[in-house]
Every structure is written in structure tokens, then in C-alpha cells.
T-cell receptor, first 113, second 115 residues
Framework: QKEVEQDPGPLSVPEGAIVSLNCTYS??????FMWYRQYSRKGPELLMY????GNKEDGRFTAQVDKSSKYISLFIRDSQPSDSATYLC?????????????FGTGTLLAVQP | NAGVMQNPRHLVRRRGQEARLRCSPM?????VYWYRQLPEEGLKFMVY????????ESGMPKERFSAEFPKEGPSILRIQQVVRGDSAAYFC?????????????FGSGTRLTVV
């Protein structure tokens, strides 16, 4: 079983739709949760960062963390064609000197104009 | 304010050759992380370095791979005697303090193709 599971998609939605992206994880030691956006042939770009459980909103993006269910979500409101990219969830906080990020495999999102 | 700079962007090597990937962190950042992204997979941690120190290399293959971050100059990821399975995108990230719980800034990556 992978530490972080993410539906690879692809997910295709019409412009203006609400998009829901999700990850589940198995390690209860994770404390920090991130969402990255990666355009084709580019490096990952940090979108949202959340510590522990709860919600965080930034413009059209909302990140939710439910530690009791080991489940995190990213919602995109009023999706735009420019949101078309791969979305990667990442987690850390297992202690030690590194706190390396553990990534999901990414969900490919296509927003159709 | 340049971001994390990686070069080359694309690198083609024949089997058995050496590959050297370079990463210049953001200004003021002294912590560097290397990740590898294989096709259809997420990013996998390889190594975490501070200036002149390897802090965690638990994700590095035991043979042929090495990394350094000298006092002066960029961080280098070196792959000796490359094989086809080394073909991947290699990303470097940096942070001003570590460990970086809030996420890193990534570079655009080096895409290594072994032929």
C-alpha cells in the first residue's frame, strides 16, 4: 500500500465547474499538507499549504484536511482553462532531520473552454 | 529575484556515461533537496543537503548516485554509468530554513534521457 494515494484521472470538466481533487494517506504522523500544481514540462508550484486539520481558502482554491479520516481535498471554484495541469498532493511531518515530502502520483485536470 | 535554477534543462546520455545535474538555490537559501519524477509516478525524495553537508540521503540509490552542495557554487547531482532506468525528470528545490514544513520552491527540472 502506498503511503499517499491519489486518483490519477484524467479529470475533464467544463469551464466554470467546481473541481474536487483528493488524496488519502496511511501515515498518521503526517502534520503538514500541501497541494502543488505542475504544468506540462515544468516544475511543481506550491498552491496551498495547511497544517493539521481544517480548511484554508485562497481565492478560488480551498484546501481541506480531515486527519481523522486521513483524507485531504483541494477544491477549485469557477475553474478556468488555465487551471489545466497536474495537481500533486504532498505531505510531511514525520519528524527527523529532513521532513521530506511524500507526494501522490498526481491528478491530471483538463478544463474545457 | 531568480528562482531555483537548474541546468541543463534537457540532457541526453548514452548508457555508461556520466550525468551531472546542477542546481542553484534561490538567493539566501542554504537548504537543497533533490527529487526524481519517473513517468506516471509522483516525485520521490532523493537527498537533502545543506552547504557542505549531506543531511539525509535515504532516497538515493546505493550505487552510482552521489550529491554535493559545496561552500561555493551550485549543488550537483551526479549519476555515474547511467542506465535506461535513470531516464526521468530530476527536480531540485530549496528553502531558507530546514526542515521545510511549509513546502519548497522547485526548479523547472532537468529531463535526463538515456539512450
Amino acid at each position: 500500500q502506498k503511503e499517499v494515494e491519489q486518483d490519477p484521472g484524467p479529470l475533464s470538466v467544463p469551464e466554470g465547474a467546481i473541481v474536487s481533487l483528493n488524496c488519502t494517506y496511511s501515515n498518521s504522523a503526517f502534520q503538514y499538507f500541501m497541494w502543488y500544481r505542475q504544468y506540462s514540462r515544468k516544475g511543481p508550484e506550491l498552491l496551498m499549504y495547511t497544517y493539521s486539520s481544517g480548511n484554508k481558502e485562497d481565492g478560488r482554491f480551498t484546501a481541506q484536511v480531515d486527519k481523522s479520516s486521513k483524507y485531504i481535498s483541494l477544491f477549485i471554484r469557477d475553474s478556468q482553462p488555465s487551471d489545466s495541469a497536474t495537481y500533486l498532493c504532498a505531505m510531511s511531518g514525520m519528524g527527523g532531520a529532513t521532513n521530506k515530502l511524500i507526494f501522490g502520483t498526481g491528478t491530471l485536470l483538463a478544463v474545457q473552454p | 529575484n531568480a528562482g531555483v535554477m537548474q541546468n541543463p534543462r534537457h540532457l541526453v546520455r548514452r548508457r555508461g556515461q556520466e550525468a551531472r545535474l546542477r542546481c542553484s538555490p534561490m538567493k539566501g537559501h542554504s537548504h537543497v533537496y533533490w527529487y526524481r519524477q519517473l513517468p506516471e509516478e509522483g516525485l520521490k525524495f532523493m537527498v537533502y543537503l545543506q552547504k557542505e553537508n549531506i543531511i539525509d540521503e535515504s532516497g538515493m540509490p546505493k550505487e552510482r548516485f552521489s550529491a554535493e552542495f559545496p561552500k561555493e557554487g551550485p549543488s550537483i547531482l551526479r549519476i555515474q554509468q547511467v542506465v535506461r532506468g535513470d531516464s526521468a525528470a530530476y527536480f531540485c528545490a530549496s528553502s531558507p530554513v530546514g526542515p521545510a514544513n511549509y513546502g519548497y520552491t522547485f526548479g523547472s527540472g532537468t529531463r535526463l534521457t538515456v539512450v
